[in-house]
């Protein structure tokens, strides 16, 4: 069974910029596709970014593109969101999950495990 760790959260202003980690242990990532949802109070889960096993392909949620990106390092088996230009609206609990194949998707029930998440607060 994979654990995944989250980190990197915290509080940042609109307009800054974070980078949250997801370290892996217990299962080599390289042959999973990985994915990044967030939760907001009173809203479901959300959809935000995933990535292919090998890294090849990225799908992200139209609110977030073009000022969030998706890596992962499958030596280190951790993988990132790098998110720029926050917005008030990106306050979120962010979770990382495992996808149940190498093929990246965008749904939650392509993900079989998940993180505890990390909160995310963006001040206007």
């Known amino acids: 069974q994979v654990q995944l760790v989250e980190s990197g959260g915290g509080l940042v202003q609109a307009g800054g910029s974070l980078r949250l980690s997801c370290a892996a242990s217990?299962?080599?990532?390289?042959?999973?596709?990985m994915g990044w949802f967030r939760q907001a109070p009173g809203k479901e889960r959300e959809f935000v970014a995933s990535?292919?096993?090998?890294?090849?392909?990225?799908y992200y949620a139209d609110s977030v593109k073009g000022r969030f990106t998706i890596s992962r390092d499958n030596a280190k088996n951790t993988v990132y969101l790098q998110t720029n230009s926050v917005k008030p609206e990106d306050t979120a609990i962010y979770y990382c999950?495992?996808?149940?194949?190498?093929?990246?998707?965008?749904?939650?029930?392509?993900?079989?495990?998940w993180g505890q998440g990390t909160q995310v607060t963006v001040s206007s």
């Open positions: 999950a495992q996808g149940r194949t190498i093929v990246a998707a965008t749904s939650a029930h392509e993900f079989s495990s």
């Open positions: 217990g299962r080599t990532l390289s042959t999973y596709a």
């Open positions: 990535i292919s096993g090998h890294g090849r392909y990225t």
